[in-house]
């Protein structure tokens, strides 16, 4: 059985992520774990002033939201009857990345699905912004929903692969679940500096061919091309369903963030973005 993590601010593009996890995991037992973050900044000195007496600041702030979760529940039970879907039920008052790691966790999470809503003008949303440090901070899969898009079977999935990066299976099995749940092809980019083709290249190809060897996939190689203009062009010219990436984090910052990389790619992409973390 799959746990996943849901988490929500109770928008729009917190329900939409959500009904993609549900769509996704179609026909499969997976306990689903609805997940909300309180910060103790959202109320005043009127809000807990109005409380009972015998009700602790803890259960004031996060009594509404489980009301808010348990509703949600009552409705998704509703929507898929026929799913063996389990729904769990979170409510933190915490820094939500931290309660994020701690979720991660004490639940055993194997993936976490959540919108990213893109940025407005130059300021980041905030939903969004969470999103994007769950990337950078947390070591789980996540699946990244860009606002508003709605689910279709990812059939053609792209695996980037950035100039430095070389091919591991370490951490590789949310990509192989989904290609082999969802019987996708797959489309393999290296993104290159030059035309060079080293050892390691070659290494790299060939393990791959024999990895993905009962999978449908394709090579491909755009050269000299920033990572995130490389990607989304390419889901666009070969109709991607999903990217997927992976990110390691000992050269994370030096790589992504250097120029708002993983910013652009995450607010800019067109498609759900499978993201995967290896040592």
């Excluded at 947390?138 to 999935?157: R, S, V």
């Excluded at 060897?213 to 394709?218: A, F």
């Amino acid at each position: 059985m799959k746990n996943i993590l849901l988490p929500t601010d109770f928008s729009d593009n917190a329900r939409n992520a959500i009904h993609y996890a549900l769509e996704f995991f179609k026909n499969e037992l997976c306990t689903f774990h609805l997940f909300n973050v309180q910060k103790a900044s959202k109320y005043t000195t009127d809000d807990l002033m109005a409380a009972p007496a015998n009700t602790t600041i803890h259960q004031t702030v996060i009594s509404d939201a489980k009301k808010k979760l348990s509703q949600m529940v009552e409705e998704l039970t509703d929507q898929y009857p026929d799913e063996n879907y389990t729904f769990n039920t979170v409510t933190d008052y915490d820094v939500f990345i931290d309660a994020i790691r701690q979720a991660v966790k004490s639940k055993n999470i194997d993936l976490i699905i959540m919108g990213t809503n893109g940025a407005t003008g130059a300021s980041e949303v905030v939903f969004g912004s969470n999103t994007l440090n769950v990337i950078r901070k947390i070591d789980c899969p996540i699946i990244a929903i860009p606002q508003g898009y709605k689910f279709k079977d990812p059939k053609t999935i792209l695996y980037a692969i950035d100039y430095w990066d070389h091919f591991n299976t370490e951490g590789i099995e949310p990509l192989m679940d989904t290609i082999i749940k969802h019987k996708s092809s797959l489309r393999i980019l290296k993104i290159k500096e030059d035309d060079t083709i080293t050892v390691a290249d070659f290494d790299d190809k060939k393990h791959m061919k024999e990895f993905f060897k009962e999978i449908n996939h394709t090579f491909h190689s755009i050269i000299n091309v920033p990572t995130a203009l490389a990607i989304n062009s390419f889901v666009q010219i070969m109709d991607i369903d999903m990217t997927a990436m992976f990110i390691k984090r000992e050269t994370f910052l030096d790589r992504f963030f250097k120029g708002s990389e993983t910013s652009k790619i995450s607010y800019g992409t067109r498609v759900p973005l499978l993201i995967m973390h290896s040592q």
